[in-house]
């Protein structure tokens, strides 16, 4: 394979997507396997790209280096094809251990090498490699992505995804008509109870009213009101509620579950599953066209059986009409 194809990045994303096809062909992965396959994919990926991104900056610059590894990186992301294999997975530890000590050498030598206006212009990009090569598992606040360094890590409690990486979002629905009023991206991993204000504002600015109550999981224990709002969390029933209320609550928390399938729309529907916008702004912004779009959806739907029906009533015959949107 020629070094065209390498420059590319067209080998990186090959080899991955070949070692995300060797799952177990009968049956799931266990958790651990799983765990460890996305481990070593995430650490895959930090140590190549460091190394191909300095390597574009040799090229731009043409520098002459005392070794530019493109055999070695290329032989060490070969070695990870047949990682699973039991006498290969020795090879491809090794191979990943090689990429990142390729990573560092090369920072090093381009930080001797290169003009000092250069340097100074690449301080941002260098801080994120050394950021990079020397954190550890258990470190906080750890970088998961180069060209996207402000995503987190974000524990979903779920056992078929324990874990998702991107930037944590807030979804307010109107209880009856299902319509999306706030939608709010938030820039680091706080408790959701503490993310109740910010989305409360939103829906005042679109609504021009603040909502009286808010109905929402139990993942958002704690505060029983926030600014003004009633803050309602299923739980054990006070001693004091009668049966009518009791059942009246119980109807507003199974009410609250329709938000779920909303947004698993606005995953699966409306793009918002993979975000192609940089930066925390597109975060933002991916995440409101996202919510205009599934209100808009709504709306279209709400006219067109409106002009069904009124086709129905001025029509001397029947008219069979079906356009789902």
Known sequence: ?????????TLHWRVLMNIEELAPASGKASLEEASNRFKFLCQLARWHRPSYGLCCLIDEHTLKLRRRYTKAVRESLLAQRWRQHPKRRKEARRGVRRLRIIAGCLI????????????EAQTENFTLYQQVLAQKPQDKDKIYSLHEPHIYCIAKGKEHKKYEFGTKASLAMTKNSGVLVAAVAHPENCYDGHTLPEVLDQAEAVQGERPHKAIVDRGYRGAKEVGGTQILVPGKAPVEQSPSQRKA????FRRRCAIEPAISHLKSDFRLARNFLRGYFGDSLNLMLAAAAWNLRKWLRLCRLFFQALLFLVSPQPLLISHPL
């Open 1 to 9: 394979m020629g070094n065209s194809a390498w420059r590319g990045g």
């Open 108 to 119: 090093r030598e381009l930080s001797r090498k290169l003009p000092s206006e250069v340097l």
């Open 249 to 252: 609550m119980r109807k507003r």
